[in-house]
């Protein structure tokens, strides 16, 4: 559940010790976005320090009375102001690993529970000289001014904009709903938009679910400067620029709005828990074989007429997810990993949200994308073999999760192994039992094993925090 805005005074926003830093040393200047007092020198110590100092330096915070929220809080806001969200990707992956690796840090072993934070900050330092070198030249977020929208028409100012691809006017709503909004109204009016547009494989929904869940970890006071940044990175593209072989106007998602007419005839038990495993089998055999079109209108009339439920088609949705990553290699194996971890956000936005019509619609498109995930990978036929997910003999002995994370946590070099793995260990739990170890069985297919190095960052954080 998203908690409600509300409102805290400076003492009571972070109940451990507080900062020994002085704002004096952030020597942030008056034009950059600047964060709450009591978060703003560790968010601009985090920027300056160098990257092979930065696991002694944040053992030293730690030391000194920084407690872990507030690390991950400085963290995520530092990526925040430093990477553009335009495109919604490549260094801006250290703004969605920081609830990946927080989940992970809650999953692993006591020993190693901080190393995911600590592989973060490597990550951000990475992503940070990425962003400097960019050709658009290096990003770092303004102070807004200006003024906004009045709060009782800044949801309408959104969505307007959001169907213009207005830039300004959607950076301009966001500011007047976070200012006056709880978390659950705003996120209300972003799933969509989040699940709108595939392009850029996925990235858009991702960030929408990987920026509320962290919101809630790290506090709703520091929901403006993200929503910016969300906002900004789901009207990229426009609706021209083709990627991943889908322009705007060539997804599901169009088809999907006008398949919305059909959600007056759903039955009233259609988000039932109760998962048929027949029907999800034509589902899934649907997304196998189907254009995004066809298998989304399937989906609606097996909704319709044979009264299937939500749960059954998220199954299949998870399955086509899994069997795509198993089944793929070459250049359709980075698509494959998308495909895992955009179901996994389309899917929290849908156990999520409030509406139904938003609900109903989630479900369409995560049929429609993981559709067009098999259709971009398929492109070169022999980047995928044949596999059915469903013929699987899952056996007495499956894959050991707890292993995936042990040397997940510490061996990861690259920052999907932490996605990849968050998003499979949140939603196996979400799957019917009869399926469950199917999803499992797809955890070795992007994860560390024993067989594999210690990369050097990993290496230097565990030295630091020997000293802890």
């Not at 009571?12 to 600047?34: G, K, N």
């Not at 330096?57 to 430093?82: C, D, P």
């Not at 703004?95 to 840090?105: K, Q």
């Amino acid at each position: 559940m998203i908690l409600p805005k509300m409102q805290l005074s400076r003492r009571d926003l972070f109940l451990t010790s507080p900062l020994l830093l002085t704002r004096a040393q952030a020597e942030v200047t008056p034009d950059i976005v600047q964060f709450p007092a009591e978060l703003e020198p560790l968010v601009g110590l985090v920027e300056r320090t160098a990257r092979d100092r930065c696991a002694e330096m944040a053992v030293e915070q730690l030391r000194r009375g920084v407690s872990y929220r507030q690390f991950m809080a400085a963290l995520f806001l530092a990526g925040i102001r430093n990477v553009n969200p335009r495109p919604p990707g490549f260094a801006l992956h250290c703004v969605f690993v920081i609830h990946a690796a927080h989940l992970l840090g809650l999953e692993a072993p006591a020993d190693l529970r901080l190393l995911p934070l600590f592989y973060a900050l490597d990550d951000f330092k990475a992503a940070q000289e990425r962003d400097a070198k960019a050709v658009g030249g290096d990003y770092t977020m303004r102070a807004f001014r200006g003024p906004v929208p009045d709060a009782n028409r800044a949801a309408a100012e959104l969505s307007a904009a959001m169907e213009a691809w207005d830039t300004e006017r959607g950076e301009r709503a966001i500011v007047s709903l976070a200012r006056n909004r709880t978390a659950t109204e705003v996120f209300a009016l972003l799933w969509q938009y989040g699940a709108r547009d595939y392009r850029n494989i996925g990235h858009k929904a991702i960030f929408v679910a990987n920026a509320c869940r962290t919101l809630q970890t790290i506090g709703w006071q520091h929901a403006e400067p993200v929503l910016r940044s969300v906002t900004l990175a789901l009207l990229d593209f426009g609706r021209e620029q083709k990627m991943n072989g889908y322009a705007y106007e060539d997804q599901c998602y169009a088809g999907n709005l006008k398949r919305m007419e059909a959600f007056t005839r759903l039955d009233a038990n259609w988000t039932s828990d109760h998962a048929d495993a027949a029907a999800t089998r034509k589902v899934l055999a649907a997304i196998r074989e189907s254009s995004p079109d066809e298998a989304c209108t399937g989906t609606v009339n097996r909704i319709l007429k044979d009264k299937v439920s939500a749960a059954t088609v998220w199954d299949a949705v998870h399955l086509a997810a899994a069997e795509l990553r198993m089944r793929a290699a070459g250049g359709a194996a980075l698509a494959s990993v998308h495909a895992v971890t955009s179901a996994n956000a389309l899917h929290y936005a849908y156990s999520t949200a409030s509406d139904q019509r938003t609900r109903f619609l989630l479900t369409l498109q995560g049929v429609g994308w993981m559709t067009q995930f098999r259709v971009a990978a398929g492109a070169r036929p022999e980047n995928l073999r044949a596999f059915a997910i469903t013929d699987l003999d899952t056996g007495p002995k499956p894959p050991s999760l707890t292993d995936a994370i042990r040397y997940t946590v510490s061996k990861v070099n690259e920052v999907h192994y932490y996605k990849y793995l968050g998003a499979l260990i949140e939603d196996i739990p979400l799957m019917s039992a009869e399926w469950q170890p199917h999803l499992l069985a797809a955890v070795p297919y992007y994860t560390k094993t024993a067989a594999d190095s210690e990369p050097p960052a990993m290496k230097r954080a565990r030295e630091a925090l020997r000293s802890l």
